[in-house]
Each structure stands twice: as C-alpha cells, then as structure tokens.
C-alpha cells in the first residue's frame, strides 16, 4: 500500500478554499500513485473553529462540500477527510455534529468513522462542541485493513485501535489536529512507537499544520512501523505531501527534527507569519527600543513577512540611554526594514503640564488629599514611567489607523506573568508573538538567530546589557523583579505545572521571593485579560489554557 500524507494548512471558516486545497492534494496524491490518502483532522470547516461548530448552517455547508470533494475522487485511490458530520440534535443540547472522518473513493462517500475520545483539557473543548462516537471502523485498502482513528483515539491504549487491530487491521490512520508546544513532537513520537509496538502494526499520523489565533500546529507527520520505527517523517512548519510504502522501511533520508530553539523559532514564524496573512493585513509595525525583547521580534516579523512589510519605530525619551538607541537604529539597518523616528520628550512633558495640578492634588481614590509622605516617592515616579509607556502605545496605534498596519506588542510571558507592562501602554497592539516566551528563552532565540545569520543582526550589546525599561534614570528590571533566571523557574512552575507554594519553596526557591512572585501573578490576571492574542509555545499558555478567575483571594 502507498500512503500519501497530505500536511495542509487549511483555514479556519473557510470551507471553499479548504476544499480547493484537499481537492487539489488529492489529484497530487492520485498522481504519485498513492492508494490511501490521509488529510489531517476537520481540514474541511478547519480547527479549532470554536462556536462555529455551533452554527447548523456552517455544519451544513461543510458537509455540502465533503459530496462535492467526494465526487473528484477516483476508484484506484481512497482518501480520508476530516469534518464536521451533521448530528442528530437533542433538546437542549447546543451540540450538532461530530468530529468525523469521511472516507471518499471512487466519486462517493463511502463511509464515516466518528472521533470516539473527545479531548477536555489543556487548549481543546471538544466535549463542548461534538458529539462523541462509540464504534470503531475498519476500512479496506489494496488487499489491507486499515483502522481509523481521529488524534485522541490513540493517546491512550485501548478502543476504538486496540478493537481495530484484533480485527485485523494492518495499519492504524490517525489524522490529527495536534497543537505544539516546546517538545511536543518527540512526546508524539514516543507515543506512537508505544502504540505501534503495543499493537504490532504501522501507525500512519498526519497533521495539520500551520497558526491558528494562539495556536501553531507543527506538522511532523510521519508512519511508524511494528517495532516503534519511524519510516517516515515529514518536515516540521511546512505543508508537505509525505509518500510512504506500508510494508516498507526507512529510507536512507528522513525529514531531521529541528533543534530546541531552531523549532520554537520556527513556530513563531510560521504563527506569525499565518495570524497575519490569514486575517488580511500586509503590513506590521513595533517599538523598536534597542531591548532584547522588541529585537526578537523585529526578527520574527522579518523572517515572517519579509524586511518590506516591517516598520520598526524607535521613540526615544529623556531617559532612553544612547547605546540603546543606536542598537536600535544599527538592528533596524541589518534586518533591512523602516524604520522611523519620533522623539516623546516633548510629548511626555505636554503631557506632564497637564497633569502636574491633578498629580498634585488628588490620592489614590481621587478624591482625598495626596499626602506629602517622603517614604512613598515612588508613586508619581510610576505615573510618569506609565505616561511614557501609554504615550508610545498611542502613536503606535495612530500609525496602525493612518496605515492599516497590524501592530506587534514585545512584552514576554516573564512580564505578562508577572503584570510587569502598562495597559495601553506596551500592552497596547494586535497580536503579542512572544507572549508565551519566557525572558530566559528569548536570549536564547535571540542567540540562535544570529548564529544562523553567521553575524551579529542583534548586536552583542544588546544581548550583554542588563534588561531595562528606560523609563527613568538608571533603572533595571531587577529594581522590581527577581533575576529572570530565577523568575522564570518560580513561573514554570507555579503557572505552567500549577505548583503550589510549598512545593516551590521545596524545590530550594527562595521563600519570600516565591511570595513575591506568585502575589505578582495572582494580581495581574486582569491585565492579561485585556492582552493581545500571542503565540503558544509553552504546555501551558495564558488565555486558552489557563483560565482563572480575576476576583480570587486563594493565594498560591
């Protein structure tokens, strides 16, 4: 049997294109001879759609173009589809399809297999959105069983494959909708080597690929044989029709995994790259202030997009320090995009003159007298930073008006964890690609990228300087933040794996900065509520995956 792979980037909503695209990938497998092609999970409606799934209409309309797909496809290949199958509806129950799999050949539907294991946790919904199936399905294909199973089905061992296999099924298709996050593919891997060894069977897994919203899917298809041998693997971050010969063996060339860094870095790309192109902008703007953090970004989006469809904005203040902005002016030059220059300090004291009487009169409730306590000067000090902050997130948003440009907000999960950013100031944009990227992880991606460059496109003073928001004398981010080495432990732990206070303090953390931090993160839930959608490259993102409430007093 040949198996083509079909690893697509459909479209969330866009059933039409979607179907042109299966379509066209189907005559691409016809004519490598395939006998079975695989497409991966709800390609048609594409996914995650959310409440889209709730609409009949959009239901319909999918299936409507599942017949027609059908009719496109010839007798000597059968091709597996993923949609949303029409269900029976019950009273009260917003429910009304089924994750399903239609298996096309010779210009009919000739059959439906219905995802049995219906994911709850982590970024999926699917109980909230389809209704489960309960029977597994086997399907004939050049003289071989052939089980079917929807992603799920085969994370954990058992039904609806283990049934499949004990009646006969030579190989297990798995068509998947399966978000990355760092080390996802290698957690897949092993996975399917278990099954496949389990099951004494190949194990064909194709996935989608490509950025939805916050989510990235990686690719990474492949066809694992009876002893936990991958035979076949497709790239990562890239559309790919992968063939494979079941019974076969590896070839001499397998599609290489990518590296730690070198594969996040490319999730954020092709995240970016996808949010942007899929949602109708052609152009991106950023702050550019000569940090590690907006550097990052400024690559991304050039590597993303391509150096003409980025402007970076550098916007110096009274207390933006020289070095920084000639390394903002030297990035801007090596990456080959625009970059423009509006000086605030005549902005911020405009704003400062209007304000001065305000400051001056008013507490913190508005209403009371401010008293004149010396061991409080830090009050109007964090007014000033923020007016700093808020003046440059308004220019940016009036040159997003008067272009049409999407703006990229550069705030890392470091800060966003920890409320370490200005609402409508640094907060303020349309998309936040490093949302999900701790800060010790940007470094790190910052260091890769120039290493693939073979030069310095962030210049090493970037990297070498201690992290600072410019937004008084001398400041630094350890002025209000523990060392970002050991933040970022404290944060993956308490926000990535849920940990509590005494298992951190346990693990030798610090106690009184363990108490620091988690107050820190608990009183910031509001601001992340009002962030920008960012990519997610962590197990666990802020916003579909972790959902806490804002009005909580359970501290750690």
């Not at 995009?337 to 704003?351: C, Q």
């Not at 966003?416 to 200005?422: C, I, L, R």
């Not at 210049?459 to 937004?471: F, I, M, N, Q, Y």
């Amino acid at each position: 049997m040949r198996v083509a792979l079909a690893q697509i980037d459909p479209t969330v909503g866009d059933i039409d294109g979607n179907a042109g695209k299966i379509a066209e990938w189907i005559g691409r497998a016809e004519a490598a001879g395939a006998d079975l092609a695989i497409f991966p999970e709800l390609c048609v409606p594409g996914y995650p759609a959310e409440d889209l799934y709730l609409k009949r209409h959009f239901i319909e309309a999918n299936r409507r173009a599942v017949e027609e797909l059908a009719k496109g496809v010839g007798a000597t290949l059968t091709a597996l589809v993923g949609f949303a199958e029409p269900a029976a509806t019950i009273e009260g129950d917003p429910r009304c399809a089924h994750n399903s799999l239609a298996v096309l050949s010779g210009g009919e539907v000739r059959g439906v297999y219905r995802k049995n294991r219906l994911p709850n946790y982590s970024v999926f919904d699917e109980q909230r959105y389809f209704v489960p199936g309960s029977e597994p399905q086997s399907i004939a294909v050049a003289g071989a069983l052939v089980g079917l199973t929807i992603c799920e089905d085969v994370w954990v061992e058992g039904p609806p494959a283990s049934i499949e296999v004990a009646d006969g099924a030579s190989l297990i298709a798995n068509p998947s909708g399966s978000p990355y996050h760092r080390g996802k593919g290698q957690e897949r891997e092993a996975m399917f080597a278990d099954r496949a060894r389990a099951y004494s069977t190949y194990v064909a897994f194709c996935n989608l690929v490509g950025g939805q919203d916050e989510l990235v899917f990686d690719g990474h298809s492949l066809v694992v044989d009876p002893t936990g041998q991958v035979i076949a693997r497709a790239a990562q971050f890239e559309e790919e029709l992968l063939l494979c010969e079941v019974p076969g063996t590896a070839p001499d060339a397998l599609a290489k995994p990518l590296g730690d860094a070198a594969e996040v870095y490319a999730a954020l790309v092709l995240g970016l790259r996808d949010y942007v192109r899929k949602n109708g902008f052609r152009h991106v703007g950023l702050a550019l202030s000569g940090g590690i953090d907006s550097a990052l970004v400024a690559l991304l989006a050039m590597d993303a997009l391509g150096p003409e469809q980025v402007t970076c904005v550098v916007m110096p203040s009274p207390y933006s320090s020289a070095e920084t902005q000639e390394d903002a002016r030297a990035l801007a030059q090596n990456l080959g995009v625009e970059a423009l220059e509006i000086p605030i300090g005549s902005t911020m004291e405009a704003y400062e003159g209007a304000l001065t009487d305000s400051f001056g009169t008013r507490g913190e409730n508005g209403t009371e007298p401010l008293p004149r306590d010396p061991t409080r000067p830090s009050e109007p000090d964090l007014a000033a930073e923020n007016l700093q902050a808020r003046i440059r997130g308004n220019l940016m948003m009036a040159l997003s008006n008067k272009h049409g440009w999407l703006i990229l907000t550069t705030g890392n999960k470091s800060e966003m964890s920890v409320g370490y950013a200005t609402l409508y100031g640094d907060m303020a944009g349309g998309f936040a690609a490093i949302k999900d990227v701790p800060k010790t992880l940007v470094y790190e991606l910052v260091r890769h990228r120039n290493q693939v460059a073979g030069r310095e496109l962030v210049p090493s003073t970037v990297l070498d300087r201690a992290p600072s928001a410019e937004l008084r004398p001398d400041q630094l981010d350890t002025d209000s933040l523990p060392p970002y080495e050991v933040l970022d432990r404290i944060l993956e732990g308490y926000v990535e794996r849920d940990e509590g206070r005494e298992g951190l303090v346990a693990a030798g953390l610090p106690p009184d900065v363990v108490d620091q931090v988690i107050q820190m993160v608990d009183h910031s839930e509001y601001k992340r509520r009002q962030a920008a959608p960012g990519i997610r490259i962590t197990p666990k993102a802020f916003g579909r995956d972790r959902r806490l409430p804002i009005t909580n007093r359970f501290g750690g």
